[in-house]
């Protein structure tokens, strides 16, 4: 029985209910009734059925869900947890019932203009919304892009290129132990980095029981607070990793009168489960999808007939497996939730990451006494060096999973601890791992004062020091006999602060030379044979095409001792003289815009500029040589205070409600440019009589 549903004055969600499983009703009805339209995308999206409403856009991922088997995986992992974990399986089927319960009340105006009716929900869809959301979260599509750098340009190219590349996700996230404070208490504050999507990736929302008393953000689909919560006297918050956990596998398959068989590492061809599904588009004839699994995994690129392209090194058609955790476990982590919502303790959140499966996060912790937790949680599989790096051959011994990797923790430094998604305490199960820089930045900036308030912390969030930008500009400061244009740039940005700031036309500049020279380094014949991708899926191009991966390699291939015979030097000279010889392109965030994810297109919104970079602690993301437009950064922002619950603070980029025109769709969007945070509200009176006015 619901107890209360109440809404602050930023429309943020607060529930009451006599029960954890009522109350995971309660939630399921609630973020349906303000995300029914993000959660229909999300549902489909997980089924492999978007491009029935969406077109032909959407038909690539589809047809990567199904070959994937996200949906049957999904279906699997929650049989294995009704076996394993039963309350939590009926606390799942409990959110799923109040998501179906709001979907029939659903008013989003995205449905009439998609054709779409609101479907139903299985118990098992937020666990496959779950796995849709994190599948690329390890970016297993850049061992494709380390494959051909080896073929093309040898083994030590790889490092070359070494970055966390265009299409993974990160964020930044700091502990700061209470000896370390103005109160006495730790504080947890952070962003996760992600595609910003409209509605947000991550909902605002408090959830009460007579067991626990949890606000954090919450992955709309999804039951409880898995990410950054807090029970008022404990705190958490996770990073990406960036650790390896997924496989791709050279198949060797055949066609039989039985169907495809695939040869196996002990040189004997078995039958691989095969069939074909069907995907619906809109406007244009169904596409009909082979799912092939071997005992790896399944089938994701190519097949017994293969590609376009062959590999080299075999001359056998093109056809590779995914192995993934889940498929393999039956397990998605989904038992650590109810455990996290009932914490009290460091020692209670310690426990319950210990269930957690994927994606492998880095997780900090703290409580009110004086309890302080920095580990990785989720499972990597223990294998050959090889697997991590590039593709393998199936039909090799050697490239058997072999057991876990143990969980890595690590301390404070003076009393502080930052994860950044550089090599910390994951650094032994990945392989890339983000620059160093917003990891020394933050760590640079809390070392300048003594004590640090809650509301300090906004100011570490907003930094926008560009540490990157010095090889760059080393180049710069070498050069001589240019023009009088192209000197007065060079003069320009060695006098420039280095932050990039919206307001900033130094650091417009700077990114104007910075991709030119990224686009004559990709241009040069030194790199013409990755030009052109192998004739993989469109969902794995984000990390295949070679200009982004030169704009976010650029610091290694500036330091680099030597080039492959290029001339950087000159190439410089040549981005400099280029940009001298256009119009001044004015300010940096009149180029550096937002640019939201959204299922439809056709609702225009004129986007604001945007202060940060990739490798600022303010994380907004343009890709060099490609755009300036910026699809990743903060999708949320905390401040966890374990002194005072209330006087934590948080903000998403637009707001509670996914509901065009709502009041609060985008009302936080200013707060969230501004570098401002909402008060978390925990007082159920104030809640009540505000809703009374109301």
């Not at 073929?151 to 502990?175: C, E, I, K, R, Y």
């Not at 889940?326 to 020692?347: K, Q, Y």
């Not at 392989?431 to 100011?459: C, G």
Request: aromatic share 8%; net charge negative; charged share 25%.
């Amino acid at each position: 029985m619901i107890t209360g549903i109440y809404r602050d004055a930023w429309g943020i969600p607060h529930l009451r209910a006599d029960s954890a499983r009522a109350l995971a009703r309660a939630q399921g009805r609630v973020t349906a009734l303000d995300r029914a339209w993000q959660l229909e995308v999300e549902r489909h999206r997980a089924q492999g059925t978007s491009a029935a409403f969406l077109g032909t856009e959407a038909l690539a991922w589809d047809s990567f869900a199904r070959r994937a088997r996200l949906d049957d995986t999904a279906r699997r992992c929650f049989r294995s947890l009704e076996r394993r974990d039963p309350e939590t399986a009926d606390w799942v089927r409990a959110y799923v019932d109040g998501v179906n319960e709001g979907l029939a009340r659903a008013t989003a105006p995205e449905f009439a203009r998609a054709g779409l009716a609101p479907g139903r929900w299985e118990p098992w869809t937020p666990l496959g919304v779950w796995l849709a959301t994190h599948i690329l979260f390890a970016g297993f599509p850049a061992k494709l892009w380390r494959e051909q750098v080896v073929q093309h340009l040898g083994a030590d190219a790889v490092a070359l290129f070494a970055t966390d590349g265009p299409g993974t996700s990160g964020s930044n996230g700091w502990l700061v132990s209470g000896e370390r404070t103005t109160t006495g208490h730790a504080v947890i504050a952070g962003d996760p980095h992600r595609f910003i999507e409209d509605p947000g990736v991550y909902q605002q929302i408090h959830l009460s029981c007579p067991e626990f008393d949890v606000v954090g953000l919450a992955v709309p689909g999804v039951p409880g607070i898995a990410h950054f919560g807090h029970t008022g006297t404990v705190a958490w918050a996770i990073t990406n990793a960036m650790a390896d956990y997924q496989d791709l596998y050279r198949e060797r398959l055949r066609r039989t009168g039985a169907g495809v068989e695939a040869l196996g590492p002990d040189g004997v061809w078995r039958r691989a489960a095969r069939h074909t599904e069907t995907v619906e588009v809109a406007g244009e004839e169904p596409a009909e999808v082979e799912v092939i699994e071997t005992d790896r995994g399944p089938v994701i690129i190519g097949g017994p007939e293969g590609l376009d392209d062959r590999v080299p090194d075999s001359g056998t058609p093109v056809a590779v497996s995914l192995r993934y955790p889940p498929r393999v476990t039956d397990d998605l982590g989904f038992s650590a939730l109810l455990p996290l919502l009932r914490a009290r303790r460091v020692a209670d959140v310690d426990r319950a990451f210990d269930a957690w499966a994927e994606p492998v996060n880095v997780v900090q912790a703290a409580d009110t006494e004086g309890g302080l937790l920095h580990r990785v949680a989720g499972r990597v599989p223990l294998r050959a060096e090889a697997n991590r790096i590039r593709l393998v051959p199936a039909w090799e011994p050697g490239h058997e999973w072999e057991g876990r990797h143990e969980t890595p923790y690590a301390g404070l430094t003076d009393g502080i601890a930052v994860m950044a998604n550089q090599r910390g305490p994951a650094a032994p199960l990945g392989v890339e791992f983000a620059p160093p820089h917003r990891a020394d930045r933050i760590t640079a900036l809390l070392t300048e004062k003594d004590h640090w308030s809650p509301a300090d912390m906004p100011a570490i969030h907003m930094d926008t020091r560009l540490a990157s930008a010095v090889p760059l500009l080393d180049h710069l400061a070498a050069l001589d006999g240019l023009t009088p244009e192209a000197a007065a740039i060079r003069d320009t940005l060695l006098r420039w602060d280095r932050h990039m700031d919206a307001s900033s036309t130094e650091a417009a500049v700077y990114a104007a030379v910075r991709s030119a020279v990224v686009r004559h380094l990709a241009a040069h014949p030194a790199f013409a044979a990755l030009t052109t991708p192998p004739a993989y899926p469109e969902v794995f191009l984000p990390w295949l095409g070679l200009v982004p991966r030169v704009g976010f390699a650029l610091e290694h291939l500036l330091r680099a001792e030597e080039l492959y015979g290029i001339d950087r030097a000159e190439t410089v000279r040549a981005a400099v003289e280029e940009v001298a010889g256009h119009e001044a392109s004015g300010t940096w965030g009149d180029t550096h815009r937002l640019f939201p994810w959204r299922a439809l297109t056709d609702t225009p919104y004129d986007e604001p500029g945007l202060s940060g970079d990739h490798d600022c602690v303010l994380c907004t993301s343009a890709v060099p040589g490609w755009t300036d437009l910026s699809a990743r950064g903060p999708a949320a922002r905390y401040v966890w205070d374990l002194a005072r619950r209330e006087d934590s603070l948080w903000v998403v980029p637009f707001g509670a409600s996914g509901v065009p025109g709502s009041p609060h769709h985008r009302d936080q969007l200013p707060l969230w440019l501004r570098g401002d945070l909402v008060p978390v509200v925990t007082d159920w009176q104030q809640l009540k009589r505000e809703n009374e006015d109301v």
